[in-house]
């Protein structure tokens, strides 16, 4: 397969001043008819290509009269005049066979498209690219109820209806749906006095859980006009939920795709986690329509600038709406999590990579979630008023155009007056810096000396600090001391409560009386920090601390170090730990969502990185078995506290999917699971016939699991859900994922054969493959079951749909860092991958990548 250059990159050369497409609708003979006008640029040659995929080409006309185009297998060539012309072809493709979702496919008999990144070319043949944008003007013909396409409906009668985009777009953001379904409508006015019509689209029987949806969207609406003043530019805005879908959702212009799973919720069926995921990926999306749209990417390595930004964005909105303090560490979990992983081994890349082999491999959360922490960090260093300026500037300079981070980065330089040296690397280079901080205390001042080691030289790296005194009173406020160079000191003034930078300093420190610096307050730069704290100084920060993130994650670093004492050393967890997790878990005074974070332990694949990192092999049954020693240390130790916290909580009213309300579940329900370790199942099961919504039943139906005692409420689930997809992935995913070691993998592959698991849904294979992949003890299983599963599935499912074989792959990227069979057994199933006839590119670039 050939691999795509970002150094290659050469502009089209026509521009499209006008794109009309006419499709007459048949599940397996759809005909798409394009009329396409095209202009040459100064640089056009004398044949031009079009991208295409899988087209049965009719008839093709250029200024009316016949052409015969060489066709490839990726798209055709033609003569073209030298000045502007008229293109016309009409193709045949089948959408009811399509079940790789990209293009124009069915799902449950409704017509939709997902286009990005590279979908448009098995629509038509086209300039699939991003920097080439025209408007659109689409007629759908069709017997079917609803007929949708971008931008305003401009006719319609029996079997037809038209739309016309106004906006120039890239053919990614195109979009069709077409079926029998029904909307919950809302109307919105723009600051700007525009009316706009709001539909969210779904299956006749789902609209009552469209509510959430549309109050999500609503609200992101009117956020963005206040936080960002970004208007909206349409006369409506629709929203299509559908079953099969690759992704979470899709921002085409005006015509947002959703997987249903970001749609459909009423508190019986979702978790408070799924209320949360909804408001956020319907404001991402949204949010898109100026981050993405309006301003789209020059080429699809810039794929950060709309990404990165976006949900930067979207995480703003979602602290705005909830508690920034929760949503932090939330994020923080994630980036270090899956992002920290990424960067640590075969898979790293920067945020804007130079090459691809499949662009849709690069849908990560390097692109995305490093790419928001890019400009966390640029808003950081510029302050608030510069970077909201820097933003204004591109708004205003690139509206209609297709960028690049350069361009972007270029708006900041200006109005900072400033070539920010160094800060750009964060973009261009892969890798997690590791930062070290050493103190030097003279009895007067505290110096701070800060170092980083970094790949490709020193980047920008923005440390919030603050000082603890020694009883944990705060003495000096949080201040940005960002590193730019590989070293740097800073002694701090307390005259003026300042920090100046100093030379290295010398002399023999002394410890007695040193204020204790709390670094990276708010996760304030995404590093890998080592600060030499002793356990007695987390104890005073996850005790003490002003900034949520750093308390949180002291107590994190300390259960962290009992967990890894307990599997490599057979270690009890250090008791004045555990007391300190106590008293946070009984501070009323505390948000109790996130008391629920402190009570999260680290994850087994964490865990599992900790020792890699340290040189050592991890031991996934050790590490599990570690676990439940754990858990068991802590229920013992707090049990009379979580019962008290268990019935303080109970809920007070009827279910609301608020930040408050989920907090006060999300805390009783990690009390309900700890205290089962003493209890037993009986209030589990009680909960569970008592629960009014999902995210408690749930909970409860977790931990029956896990004590083995759920056969009656899995029963009842099935039941009650059995017709409900999105709510029958629950009941799949949280079987395979509650059980232990190799039990999740036999479990996966029982449910593989349930008559109502079917390959060719993405989100049911997510529950069941997915989960099994992401089960730490069950997929490195000693046997090599979980590895030998996870190959049959993605050789078996990559024919059908390449994206989502390829998404599977990825938890075999940390391969190298178990013992030898482990190793030899994963190789062995990567390289049966890799042998498979006729491999998708998808898959084999993850498997050749990951194999290195
Ligand atoms: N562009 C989509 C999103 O991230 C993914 N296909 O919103
Ligand atoms: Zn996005």
């Given amino acids: 397969p050939r691999t795509t250059r970002l150094a290659d990159y050469r502009p089209f050369g026509w521009r499209v001043t006008e794109v009309h497409l006419t499709f007459r609708l048949a599940p397996g003979a759809t005909r798409v008819l394009s009329r396409i006008r095209f202009a040459p640029l100064d640089h056009a040659p004398a044949r031009m290509t079009l991208d295409g995929e899988g087209l049965t080409l009719i008839s093709a006309l250029i200024d009316g009269a016949p052409v015969s185009p060489d066709l490839t297998t990726d798209g055709l060539t033609v003569d073209v005049p030298p000045a502007p012309f008229l293109w016309e072809a009409e193709v045949e493709i089948a959408p009811e066979g399509n079940t790789a979702l990209e293009g124009l496919y069915m799902s449950g008999g409704i017509y939709c498209t997902q286009c990005e990144a590279e979908g448009f070319r098995r629509i038509t043949y086209y300039p699939d690219r991003p920097d080439v944008m025209a408007p659109f003007t689409v007629r759908i013909e069709s017997d079917l109820p609803v007929l949708l396409s971008n931008g305003n409906p401009t006719g319609s009668g029996p079997g037809f209806a038209e739309w016309h985009d106004p906006w120039p777009k890239p053919s990614y953001l195109f979009a069709l749906v077409?079926?029998?379904?029904?909307?919950?409508?809302?109307?919105?006015?723009?600051?700007?006095?525009?009316?706009?019509?709001?539909?969210?689209?779904?299956?006749?029987?789902?609209?009552?859980?469209?509510?959430?949806?549309?109050?999500?969207?609503?609200?992101?609406?009117?956020?963005?006009?206040?936080?960002?003043?970004?208007?909206?530019?349409?006369?409506?805005?629709?929203?299509?939920?559908?079953?099969?879908?690759?992704?979470?959702?899709?921002?085409?212009?005006?015509?947002?795709?959703?997987?249903?799973?970001?749609?459909?919720?009423?508190?019986?069926?979702?978790?408070?986690?799924?209320?949360?995921?909804?408001e956020a990926v319907v404001a991402h999306e949204y949010f898109h329509n100026w981050t993405g749209n309006r301003i789209t990417c020059r080429d699809w390595f810039q794929l950060c600038l709309k990404e990165g930004l976006t949900v930067y964005r979207d995480q703003e909105f979602t602290s705005d709406m909830r508690s920034r303090a929760v949503k932090r560490i939330e994020d923080a979990l994630l980036l270090r999590a899956a992002q920290f992983r990424e960067d640590a081994g075969p898979l790293a890349h920067p945020p804007r990579p130079d090459t691809y082999v499949e662009i849709n491999n690069f849908y990560?959360?390097?692109?995305?979630?490093?790419?928001?922490?890019?400009?966390?960090?640029?808003?950081?260093?510029?302050?608030?008023?510069?970077?909201?300026?820097?933003?204004?500037?591109?708004?205003?300079?690139?509206?209609?155009?297709?960028?690049?981070?350069?361009?972007?980065?270029?708006?900041?330089?200006?109005?900072?007056?400033?070539?920010?040296?160094?800060?750009?690397?964060?973009?261009?280079?892969?890798?997690?810096?590791?930062?070290?901080?050493?103190?030097?205390?003279?009895?007067?001042?505290?110096?701070?000396?800060?170092?980083?080691?970094?790949?490709?030289?020193?980047?920008?790296?923005?440390?919030?600090?603050?000082?603890?005194?020694?009883?944990?009173?705060?003495?000096?406020?949080?201040?940005?001391?960002?590193?730019?160079?590989?070293?740097?000191?800073?002694?701090?003034?307390?005259?003026?409560?300042?920090?100046?930078?100093?030379?290295?300093?010398?002399?023999?420190?002394?410890?007695?009386?040193?204020?204790?610096?709390?670094?990276?307050?708010?996760?304030?730069?995404?590093?890998?920090?080592?600060?030499?704290?002793?356990?007695?100084?987390?104890?005073?920060?996850?005790?003490?601390?002003?900034?949520?993130?750093?308390?949180?994650?002291?107590?994190?670093?300390?259960?962290?170090?009992?967990?890894?004492?307990?599997?490599?050393?057979?270690?009890?967890?250090?008791?004045?730990?555990?007391?300190?997790?106590?008293?946070?878990?009984?501070?009323?005074?505390?948000?109790?969502?996130?008391?629920?974070?402190?009570?999260?332990?680290?994850?087994?694949?964490?865990?599992?990185?900790?020792?890699?990192?340290?040189?050592?092999?991890?031991?996934?049954?050790?590490?599990?078995?570690?676990?439940?020693?754990?858990?068991?240390?802590?229920?013992?130790?707090?049990?009379?506290?979580?019962?008290?916290?268990?019935?303080?909580?109970?809920?007070?009213?009827?279910?609301?999917?608020?930040?408050?309300?989920?907090?006060?579940?999300?805390?009783?329900?990690?009390?309900?699971?700890?205290?089962?370790?003493?209890?037993?199942?009986?209030?589990?099961?009680?909960?569970?016939?008592?629960a009014d919504n999902m995210t408690e039943r749930l909970a409860a139906l977790s931990v029956l699991l896990r004590l083995g005692a759920a056969e009656d409420a899995l029963a009842d689930f099935h039941a009650r859900w059995s017709r409900t997809p999105d709510v029958l992935d629950k009941w799949f995913a949280l079987q395979v994922g509650s059980v232990k070691g190799s039990r999740a993998v036999e479990t996966a592959l029982r449910l593989t054969r349930h008559p109502d698991f079917d390959w060719r849904r993405p989100n049911r294979v997510r529950s069941v493959l997915g989960t099994m992949l992401r089960h730490h003890a069950g997929f490195h299983s000693a046997d090599g079951a979980g590895y030998k599963v996870a190959a049959d599935w993605i050789v078996r499912l990559d024919p059908a749909n390449p994206q989502l074989a390829a998404g599977l792959t990825s938890p075999f990227q940390t391969w190298r860092r178990y013992d030898g069979d482990r190793q030899g057994m994963m190789r062995d199933a990567l390289e049966r991958i890799a042998s498979a006839d006729g491999l998708s590119r998808d898959t084999s670039e993850m498997v050749g990548r990951i194999l290195g």
């Fill in 178 to 278: 077409a079926g029998n379904l029904v909307a919950t409508s809302a109307s919105f006015q723009t600051a700007e006095g525009r009316d706009v019509e709001l539909n969210v689209w779904v299956r006749p029987g789902d609209e009552g859980r469209t509510g959430y949806a549309l109050d999500s969207l609503i609200r992101s609406m009117r956020w963005d006009e206040d936080r960002f003043g970004r208007v909206y530019d349409l006369d409506v805005f629709n929203i299509v939920a559908v079953d099969d879908f690759n992704a979470g959702a899709m921002e085409n212009k005006g015509l947002n795709i959703f997987n249903s799973k970001y749609v459909l919720a009423s508190p019986e069926t979702a978790t408070d986690r799924d209320f949360e995921g909804i």
């Fill in 364 to 690: 990560t959360v390097t692109v995305y979630e490093k790419g928001a922490e890019v400009v966390r960090m640029l808003a950081s260093v510029l302050g608030p008023e510069t970077f909201a300026t820097g933003l204004e500037l591109y708004f205003a300079r690139h509206d209609g155009h297709a960028a690049t981070i350069e361009e972007f980065f270029a708006c900041f330089q200006e109005v900072a007056g400033d070539t920010l040296d160094g800060f750009a690397r964060w973009w261009t280079e892969a890798g997690t810096p590791r930062v070290t901080v050493s103190r030097h205390w003279d009895g007067e001042t505290l110096t701070l000396s800060v170092r980083q080691e970094t790949l490709g030289g020193p980047r920008w790296i923005p440390l919030a600090v603050g000082l603890l005194g020694p009883d944990g009173e705060e003495i000096a406020p949080t201040t940005l001391l960002t590193l730019k160079d590989t070293e740097a000191h800073w002694r701090y003034v307390p005259s003026t409560a300042t920090w100046e930078t100093c030379s290295a300093p010398n002399g023999q420190p002394k410890t007695d009386g040193a204020p204790l610096p709390s670094i990276n307050r708010g996760f304030s730069a995404p590093v890998l920090l080592e600060a030499g704290m002793t356990d007695a100084e987390r104890r005073l920060i996850f005790g003490h601390d002003t900034d949520p993130f750093n308390r949180w994650d002291a107590g994190r670093q300390l259960i962290r170090a009992g967990f890894i004492g307990l599997v490599t050393e057979d270690r009890e967890p250090d008791p004045e730990t555990l007391a300190a997790m106590g008293r946070a878990v009984r501070d009323d005074a505390l948000d109790p969502a996130f008391r629920a974070l402190v009570m999260g332990l680290p994850s087994d694949d964490d865990i599992a990185q900790t020792l890699a990192e340290a040189g050592r092999t991890p031991d996934p049954d050790l590490i599990e078995t570690g676990r439940e020693r754990l858990r068991e240390a802590i229920a013992a130790l707090l049990a009379g506290d979580l019962r008290r916290l268990y019935a303080d909580l109970a809920p007070v009213g009827p279910y609301r999917p608020d930040a408050d309300g989920a907090g006060r579940r999300a805390l009783r329900c990690a009390a309900l699971s700890c205290l089962s370790v003493v209890d037993g199942p009986d209030a589990a099961r009680a909960l569970y016939s008592q």
